[in-house]
């Protein structure tokens, strides 16, 4: 069973920036692509990156030059640095795996 749990969300002023986390509990993870998904409240689901076992990374444009995705396999971990934070960035992010979901963090980003 993959297990996800994402930490590091919180309150942040517009243009202050946050560091995702992404701890994930499968053998060869490092096999594995992943991602971060985001629902603003009262809306659906939002691809915001993904990074795969080459290390190749991809942006969703409203987050591009902005979010940066990476990994450690070593540690199982993969997180999403955040700069340059707008309110229309306020959601909850996830992380996935296929069908595997962590609980979310939620990242709000107001004055």
């Known amino acids: 069973e993959v297990r996800l749990v994402e930490s590091g969300g919180g309150l942040v002023q517009p243009g202050g920036s946050l560091r995702l986390s992404c701890e994930a509990s499968l053998n060869r993870f490092e096999n594995y692509a992943m991602s971060w998904i985001r629902q603003a409240p009262g809306k659906g689901l939002e691809w915001v990156s993904s990074?795969?076992?080459?290390?190749?990374?991809d942006y969703a444009d409203a987050v591009k030059g902005r979010f940066t995705i990476s990994r450690d396999n070593a540690k199982k971990m993969v997180y999403l640095e955040m700069t340059n934070l707008k309110p229309e960035d306020t959601a909850m992010y996830y992380c996935?795996?296929?069908?595997?979901w962590g609980q979310g963090t939620q990242v709000t980003v107001s004055p």
């Open positions: 996935n795996l296929g069908k595997a």
């Open positions: 990074i795969d076992r080459r290390l190749t990374k």
